[in-house]
């Protein structure tokens, strides 16, 4: 069964430091996400991507943050300058129609 | 403001019981999810309801999305250990273009042998 699928599993890094979390969409899909959950607490909507471009986005996606489809498959989450309180578990989600979207595993961020 | 109020936070039953855990709002949503995430995993997709008064079975799991489309209910019958885990509903709020999903706070069930 096709999946999502997130690289890398953990990444550490710097405040202020630039970071790239990847995602690679299941391929028919249209629709692509980024969800980040802070430790206990509930998952929050960061940003929706179609007909590559931004549809929507949450007031935590501020300027420090950026998400494009470099290649046509990959559909990529860039923070430029992390903040101790980016720490968290960052999930892209994709799906073909907007009713149901399917998780990747996802990325594991500690700003240090 | 809670869009979507998830309940309990947390059920812990004996191998066996019967439980339901409930997912409220005020707002009206085109669909409603729900899904089970593992600790440090991805939330996995266990059903999508979008018919008012839909309900649909999952082997021992039944869920129901209301008529008016503001809440929805899963039920599990005879549960497990193996249903041990965190639950989550989340849904598209009517007149949402793109399918932004708003999540409730989870249900975190641990089932005793």
């Known amino acids: 069964e096709p999946e999502v699928t997130q690289t890398p599993s953990h990444q550490v890094t710097q405040m202020g430091q630039e970071v790239i979390l990847r995602c690679v969409p299941i391929?028919?899909?249209?629709?692509f996400y980024w969800y980040r959950q802070i430790l206990g607490q509930k998952v929050e909507f960061l940003v929706s991507f179609y007909n590559n471009e931004i549809s929507e986005k949450s007031e935590i996606f501020d300027d420090q943050f950026s998400v494009e489809r470099p290649d046509g498959s990959n559909f990529t989450l860039k923070i430029r300058s992390t903040k101790l309180e980016d720490s968290a578990m960052y999930f892209c989600?994709?799906?073909?129609?907007?009713?149901?979207?399917?998780f990747g595993p996802g990325t594991r961020l500690t700003v240090l | 403001t809670q869009l979507l109020e998830q309940s309990p936070q947390f059920l812990s039953i004996q191998e066996g019981e019967n439980l339901t855990v409930y997912c409220n709002s005020s707002?009206?949503?085109?669909?409603l999810q729900w899904y089970r995430q593992e600790p440090g995993e991805g939330p996995v997709l266990l059903v999508t309801?979008?018919?008012?008064?839909e309900v649909k079975k999952l082997k021992r799991l039944t869920f129901q999305f209301g008529d008016a489309r503001k809440d929805s209910s899963l039920h599990i019958t005879a549960a497990q250990p193996g249903d041990t885990g965190l639950y989550l509903c989340?849904?598209?709020?009517?007149?949402?273009?793109?399918?932004?999903?708003?999540f409730g706070q989870g249900t975190i069930l641990t089932v005793h042998p």
């Open positions: 989340a849904g598209v709020m009517r007149g949402t273009s793109y399918g932004k999903l708003t």
């Open positions: 989600a994709t799906t073909f129609s907007t009713d149901t979207q399917y």
């Open positions: 391929s028919n899909h249209l629709y």
């Open positions: 707002s009206v949503f085109s669909s």
């Open positions: 309801v979008v018919t008012g008064g």
